[in-house]
């Protein structure tokens, strides 16, 4: 369900037909597109952050674990084509914003009061490196008690690709025998 919002102040600045970008452009940048293909947005190389958030709100926006973000300055962000297909969802209580495909639903953008200089991006829109590496986790607090933490993996029988986490195996019970208890 769309949900039709006023555009804030400093929404993304979209590349003119003209191919001009207002504002200053590094020399390298990295592309990004949603799954149809749309929506198709830049940031100049390097992004200013890269982190894992594993807050409820994200985990649920994104249907995954945690979600992965790349941070960019407004100004170093611009969106190439389908600005149109953008729809905006603006939570009241928490005062972020987050924008998806209209057509295909892939999470584009996160807004958060906190930085209003900042888009947030999933780092999966990507199909080339953004400059920064993921080494920051947030709000771990509200992770996920199902989210893989590293634990042993093998693989599947029968399935190749697909691997499993096998059971702990289980610790025999110890008999208590009081005839010989001290």
Same mark, same amino acid.
């Given at each position: 369900?769309?949900? $039709? ?15 001009? #970008? @207002?504002?200053?452009?590094?020399? /390298?940048?990295?592309? %990004?597109?949603?799954?149809?293909? $749309? ?5 100049? #190389? ?6 894992? +958030?594993?807050?409820? $709100? ?7 674990? !945690? ?9 170093? =962000?611009?969106?190439?084509? %389908? $600005? ?6 603006? +939570? @009241?209580?928490?005062? *972020?914003?987050?924008? =998806? ?11 958060? @009061?906190?930085?209003? *200089? ?7 829109? =990507?199909?080339?490196? *953004? %400059? ?21 993996? #093998?693989?599947?029988?029968? !399935?190749? %690709? ?9 610790? @025999?019970?110890? /008999?208590? +025998?009081?005839? =010989?208890?001290?």
């Amino acid at each position: 369900m769309r949900q $039709a919002a006023s555009k804030p102040r400093g929404e993304p600045k979209v590349r003119k037909a003209s191919g001009k #970008v @207002p504002g200053k452009a590094s020399a /390298v940048q990295a592309a %990004g597109a949603c799954v149809c293909g $749309a929506v198709r947005i830049e940031i100049d #190389v390097p992004a200013r952050w890269a982190w894992h +958030d594993h807050c409820a $709100a994200s985990r649920h926006a994104q249907g995954c674990a !945690y979600a992965t973000y790349v941070g960019s300055y407004r100004s170093r =962000f611009r969106v190439l084509a %389908g $600005a149109d297909c953008l729809t905006r969802y603006e +939570d @009241p209580e928490r005062g *972020t914003a987050r924008s =998806f495909c209209a057509r295909c639903g892939t999470p584009m953008l996160y807004e958060r @009061p906190r930085a209003p *200089t900042m888009l947030n991006i999933p780092r999966a829109v =990507f199909s080339e490196r *953004t %400059g920064r590496e993921t080494r920051y986790h947030m709000n771990l607090s509200e992770q996920a008690d199902w989210t893989w933490a590293g634990e042993k993996l #093998v693989p599947l029988k029968g !399935y190749p %690709g697909v691997m499993w986490q096998p059971p702990r195996k289980k610790k @025999p019970a110890r /008999v208590v +025998d009081s005839m =010989f208890e001290a």
